[in-house]
Structure formats: C-alpha cells, structure tokens
C-alpha cells in the first residue's frame, strides 16, 4: 500500500477541526477580588508538568497583583489519586472559590468533585479530564493524538512495518485517550504491527529504561509512536543497543525537537512530526475558573487546538524554547474570553499567540 503526503495533510487537518460546544453569549468582566483560585495536581515530575506549573503561577500571580482574584495556591498529589482526593477536599473546607484540577484518574476524584460542586466552588478540569459532570472541562481530543500519530507513521512506512507504543502515566484519561486512538488508527493496516509497549511515564528517564529492558525482546523497529516527554528517551536506549534509529514521534519538548533538528541535517535527512498538549493550558484552566466566578456563561466543555509542529516552523520553536523547556503558547485572560466567546458562537477559534520564551 502507498499513502501519499497529500492523503496525510487532508488527516491532519480534518482531525485539527474542533468541535465546539453550545451556549448563550458571554457576560462578566472580572470576579471579585476576594475570590481564591486553587490548583490540584496530581503530578509534577516532568517537563510539561513543570512548565505548565510555572504557567499557572504566572497567571495566577499576575492576576493577584492585579486584584482580579484575592490568592491562589497549588497542591501536588505526588501522582496519587487518593492523596488528590484528600487534598480537594482541604480545599472544600479552606473555603476556596474555584479548583483547578490535572486529575491523577478520570473516575476516582468524581466523589469530592461533587462535594465541591454541591458547596458552590467552581470546578475546572484540564490535561488529565475527569468524569464528573458538574466540572467545567477543558479538552483536548487525545484520540485524535493517537490517530494522528498513527496514519503519520502508516503513511511513512507504507502500511507495513512493526512499531513500538510508548504510553504514559497508567490509568489516566491522556493514556487511555491517546492509546486509543492509536489502536484505531493502526486496526485499518494490517501490515502494521505493535510489537511491544512499555509506559514511560512521559518522563525521558523512565522512558530509556523501559525501553531499553523491551529492546533485547523485539524484532526491528521501525517507528515508535509517544506521548509527549518520552521521544529522546526512545532515541537514547536505542543508540545505547547499537540499534538504527527508529522513526520517533516528537512531543514538543526543546531536546526532542533539538534532537530531530539534529538528525534532519545528517546526511539522508530524518523526517518525522511533533505533536502535543500545551502546557499553557493551565493558563486557560486559570481565566476559565476566573471567567465563571465573574458570573460569565461558560460552557462546560471547550476544545482547544493540538500545538502541531512540523519542519517548516521547527527553527522558529526550538528558538523560543529554553534548555529542558517545553513548546507552548502562553494565553492571557483576552485569549480566553476570545475562546469562549468563539465556542459559544460555534465560531473559529482564535489563532494561538506566537511561539514564546518560557523561562
């Protein structure tokens, strides 16, 4: 079988189209200054994490400095969902206005999300989603991720080769998504195989090493489809194993996309794509839970865009990214109110802001 780069170009813009949500037009300018915005997160031990937490601080802060909220506070679960519950409900009784929340499961934090909602504080779900429909969720499609990822690595190896699925952190709703879809996506090649899995925890170093224990046990590897934080992990265990370097999906880290720069100058090129969650969606999640205190109608679900970078603005990223950073547009309360007005309307969505430093 033979796909062409048209045929994938068509894909990757047909699964970038959003769908939006419904509602009334939107209201409200600013909560009040006595509100507190809490975040709950449930893990904190990789670069996304990092930088999205480093977003959310500088959102919340500036929004504090201003006296658009009164405070703001982050808790870490340690990537427990137990721990997670507990700290939520430390929030219930501390009398915050709004939680923010990167759940550590999809299902189990549903019962302290209700208390929450039941004592009138606004919910807002965001990266990892959860279940419980009182929350405001903001989405990210991941089975569209997977499909991508899939009919990418299907188009380049001509329908026929054996790949290699590096997951993410077990039992959330990002590796369920994203596994998905790519089970999905690779169910229409038969010439396809997954040859192996192993979770890395979108982390390089777990990566490199589940990695490297499955190698000695697989066949050749033509492609290893990621989730974001694991690719130089992929890279390294296999050039540790004296093994060629496979095609490797990108997940818009700063070395990852160092690295495929690198290799697409060697002699013979290196062709691949980088597609991932922004961190600057804790940013979102922040003006959201700001919007709904204000008393504006929110809907209850907003999709938001795939930051997709391909070899024609690769330079343009890897320039805006520091060492160990993590590509992301940084959105401010007027974006915000721009998606939500744009959702509403069933409308395009506004355009991402340009590629920015995040120190």
């Known amino acids: 079988m033979k796909y062409g780069r048209r045929l994938f170009c068509?894909?990757?813009?047909?699964?970038?189209?959003?769908?939006?949500?419904?509602?009334?037009?939107?209201?409200?300018?600013?909560?009040?200054?006595?509100?507190?915005?809490a975040l709950s997160n449930s893990y904190a031990a990789n670069s996304w994490r990092k930088t999205m937490l480093h977003i959310w601080n500088r959102a919340a802060n500036e929004a504090v400095a201003?006296?658009?909220?009164?405070?703001?506070?982050?808790?870490?679960?340690?990537?427990?969902?137990?721990?997670?519950a507990a700290q939520i409900q430390t929030l219930i009784k501390g009398g915050w206005n709004a939680i923010a929340i990167d759940?550590?499961?999809?299902?189990?934090?549903?019962?302290v999300i209700a208390k929450a909602c039941a004592a009138h504080i606004v919910v807002v779900a965001f990266d990892s989603i959860v279940t419980a429909p009182c929350a405001y969720k903001i989405v990210y499609d991941y089975r569209n991720m997977g499909?991508?990822?899939?009919?990418?690595?299907?188009?380049k190896l001509h329908g026929t080769g054996n790949v290699l699925e590096v997951r993410g952190v077990a039992g959330t709703s990002v590796d369920e998504g994203i596994h998905a879809g790519i089970v999905k996506g690779f169910a229409k090649f038969p010439g396809i195989k997954l040859v192996g899995s192993v979770h890395g925890d979108w982390t390089e170093s777990v990566t490199r090493e589940a990695v490297a224990s499955l190698l000695p046990s697989l066949p050749k590897v033509?492609?290893?489809?990621?989730?974001?934080?694991?690719?130089?992990?992929?890279y390294e265990a296999f050039a540790a194993a004296g093994r060629p370097t496979p095609l490797i999906i990108m997940g818009n880290r700063q070395d990852e996309l160092a690295l495929w720069k690198k290799l697409s100058e060697a002699p013979g090129g290196y062709q691949t794509f980088s597609v991932a969650s922004a961190p600057g969606v804790s940013s979102i999640a922040f003006w959201i839970a700001q919007q709904v205190l204000a008393g504006a109608n929110v809907p209850k679900s907003?999709?938001?865009?795939?930051?997709?970078i391909t070899?024609?603005?690769?330079?343009?990223?890897?320039?805006?990214?520091?060492?160990?950073?993590?590509?992301t547009p940084v959105y401010d309360r007027q974006w915000t109110e721009r998606l939500i007005a744009a959702t509403l309307a069933h409308t395009g969505l506004p355009g991402s802001p340009i590629p920015n430093s995040v120190p």
Do not use: C, F, H
């Open 66 to 84: 201003d006296k658009v909220v009164a405070k703001t506070i982050v808790l870490n679960a340690g990537n427990s969902a137990s721990e997670q």
């Open 147 to 155: 499909l991508m990822e899939a009919w990418y690595v299907a188009n």
């Open 302 to 308: 907003i999709v938001v865009p795939w930051l997709v």
């Open 103 to 111: 759940a550590a499961s999809p299902t189990a934090l549903n019962d």
């Open 10 to 37: 068509r894909i990757i813009a047909a699964m970038l189209a959003l769908s939006l949500g419904g509602g009334a037009a939107l209201a409200g300018e600013s909560s009040t200054a006595a509100d507190g915005i």
């Open 311 to 327: 070899q024609n603005d690769l330079d343009a990223w890897l320039k805006a990214i520091p060492p160990g950073g993590v590509a």
């Open 222 to 234: 033509d492609a290893v489809v990621t989730q974001g934080g694991d690719a130089y992990g992929v």
